[in-house]
C-alpha cells in the first residue's frame, strides 16, 4: 500500500529533491536480502544516532514525485533509474516503513507522537527521517540529542513521494494588499525600508523582500482563501506553508490564539471557504522579512510575515540567502537567533481535529483594517527612523535563542 498522505503534489521538471536524514552504514537489525518484510515491529524501541545526520539528494528520473522501492512483492515496481545519492554513495530503496509516536529530543525539549519514516537499501543500510509534518518548528538537527523509533503502523509502502520533503517557505501571492502607515499597498510594490503595520508592535520596516515566480501546480500551487468567508475582507492567496492567525474558542486568557499553515485548514465542505488552487500559468511569491516575525494585515486577514527557520533557509537560492545573512549574521549557523514566532505554530495532526471541532469560521476572523498614523511626512521619517534602527539593531546585539513551546489545544470530545 502506498503512503497516500504524503502524495500533495509536485513541481513538473524537478526530477532532483534534496533532502536531509540520519544514515546508518550498519545493517538493519535481522537483516536478510532474501525477506521482502525487513521492517515491521521488530524496530519498534530502536535508537537513532543524531550524529549520523546528512543531507542527500533523491533523483526521480521520470518526474512523476515517486521513487518505488525495490520490494518484490510490492504492487509498482522501481522505475529505472531512480535512486538515492550524496557526495559518496549512492543508494536504491528497498522497502519502506513508518514509525508513528516516535520520539525526538531536541535541546532538553522532548517531543512525542512523532511520525519517522525509514527507508531500507538493497545493501541492508538505512536512513530514518522526520516526516516534514513532524518537524518541529523552529529546531535544527544540530541540537537533536537523541532519537527513538516509535510503532511500525503495519502498512507496507510502495515507494517515497518526493513531495513530502520538497516544501516552499513563506510567502504571499503577488497582488495581495497590505497595511502600511501611507494605506494599502499590493506586496509586489514594497521594498526594503518601507513600513507595514503589525498586530503587536505597530508599524515596522521591512529588512529584506525576495520575490520568485514558479509554475502555480504542484507544490507551488496557491492556496485561496475566499473574499467574505470570514468577514469583510478580500480574496487571500499565499504560499501552502504560508500560516494565518486562528482564535481558539476555548483557550484560557493569553493561550487563545496560534498560528497554522494554510495548507492544514483546507475546507472539509469541498473548497467553500478555503482551496487549493492551481493554476497553469506562472505564479509570483514575494517574501517579507521584519525584524522580528510578525503578524501583516492582508486583505484583511493576520498573516506571518517570514520566519526563517531550517526548512526556509534550506529553500532559499544562495544569492537570496547571502542578502538575507547580510541582515541577520550568523543565521545560517543558528536558525533560532532571529527570534520566537509570534504565536504557538499549530501542527498538522492539531489542526484537522481542531478544523472538524470548531469549523473555520470560529477559527479564522476578519480584522479592521489599521490606521494611518500621522500625515505622508511624518510617515517618510517615521519609515526612515524605523529602518535605520532595525538594521543597527540586528547588526550589534547579540541575539538570544529562543525556544518554540507548543500550542495546548483544549482536549477534543468524547466519542
Known amino acids: 500500500m502506498r503512503n497516500q498522505a504524503a502524495d500533495t503534489g509536485k513541481q513538473p521538471g524537478m526530477a532532483d529533491v534534496s533532502t536531509w536524514g540520519w544514515y546508518s552504514p550498519s545493517p538493519w ?45 510490492d504492487v509498482q515496481p522501481p522505475d529505472p533509474g531512480e535512486y538515492v545519492f550524496g557526495s559518496s554513495l549512492t543508494l536504491y530503496p528497498q522497502e519502506i516503513a513508518l514509525y508513528t509516536n516516535s520520539t525526538i529530543v531536541i535541546s532538553g525539549v522532548t517531543y512525542s507522537n512523532v511520525d519517522i519514516e525509514v527507508t531500507l537499501f538493497t545493501d541492508g543500510t538505512w ?20 532519537i527513538t523509533l516509535g510503532t511500525w503502523n503495519g502498512v507496507e509502502y510502495d515507494g517515497v513521494y518526493t513531495a513530502n520533503v520538497d516544501d516552499p517557505f513563506v510567502c504571499f501571492a503577488a497582488g495581495t494588499r497590505i497595511a502600511t502607515p501611507g494605506g494599502l499597498r499590493a506586496v509586489d510594490t514594497l521594498s526594503e525600508g518601507d513600513a507595514v503595520l503589525t498586530l503587536d508592535s505597530g508599524a515596522q520596516p521591512i529588512l529584506w523582500v525576495d ?49 497554522c499553515a494554510i495548507k492544514h485548514l483546507l475546507d472539509p465542505e469541498g473548497g467553500r471557504l478555503v482551496r487549493r488552487q492551481p493554476f497553469g500559468g506562472p505564479v509570483t511569491y514575494v517574501h517579507l522579512l521584519l525584524p522580528r516575525h510578525s503578524l501583516l494585515w492582508a486583505e484583511g486577514i493576520w498573516a506571518e510575515s517570514l520566519w526563517p527557520g531550517p526548512q526556509a533557509l534550506k529553500q532559499m537560492p544562495p ?10 549574521p550568523g543565521i545560517e549557523d543558528d536558525t533560532t537567533s532571529y527570534g520566537a514566532p ?25 480584522a479592521p483594517r489599521p490606521a494611518a498614523t500621522g500625515p505622508p511626512g511624518q510617515r517618510d521619517t517615521l519609515r526612515a527612523r524605523l529602518c535605520a534602527g532595525a538594521l543597527a539593531d540586528h547588526s550589534t546585539r547579540s541575539l538570544r535563542k529562543a525556544r518554540l513551546e507548543r500550542a495546548v489545544l483544549p482536549p477534543a470530545p468524547s466519542v
Not at 544569492?319 to 541577520?328: K, S, V, W, Y
Open 29 to 73: 537489525p535481522g537483516y536478510s536480502a532474501a525477506d521482502q518484510d525487513n521492517l515491521d515491529a521488530s524496530g519498534n524501541g530502536l535508537a537513532v544516532d543524531p550524529a549520523s545526520y546528512v543531507e542527500f539528494t533523491m533523483r526521480d528520473a521520470n518526474s512523476d514525485g515517486v521513487i518505488y522501492d525495490a520490494d518484490t512483492d
Open 127 to 146: 536512513g530514518a527521517r522526520l516526516m516534514d509534518y513532524s518537524i518541529p518548528a523552529g529546531t535544527h538537527h544540530s541540537d537533536v540529542e537523541s
Open 211 to 259: 520575490r520568485c515566480t514558479v509554475p502555480g501546480v504542484g507544490r507551488n500551487a496557491p492556496h485561496l482563501l475566499r473574499a467574505g468567508a470570514f468577514g469583510a475582507h478580500g480574496s487571500l492567496r499565499l504560499s501552502a506553508q504560508h500560516r494565518l492567525l486562528l482564535h481558539l474558542p476555548d483557550a484560557g486568557a493569553g493561550a487563545g490564539q496560534v498560528l
Open 319 to 328: 544569492r537570496a540567502l547571502d542578502r538575507l545573512t547580510r541582515h541577520i
Open 342 to 366: 509570534a504565536r504557538p505554530i499549530l501542527l498538522a495532526r492539531d489542526a484537522k481535529p481542531l478544523v472538524r471541532r470548531y469549523g473555520l469560521q470560529c477559527l479564522i476572523h476578519a
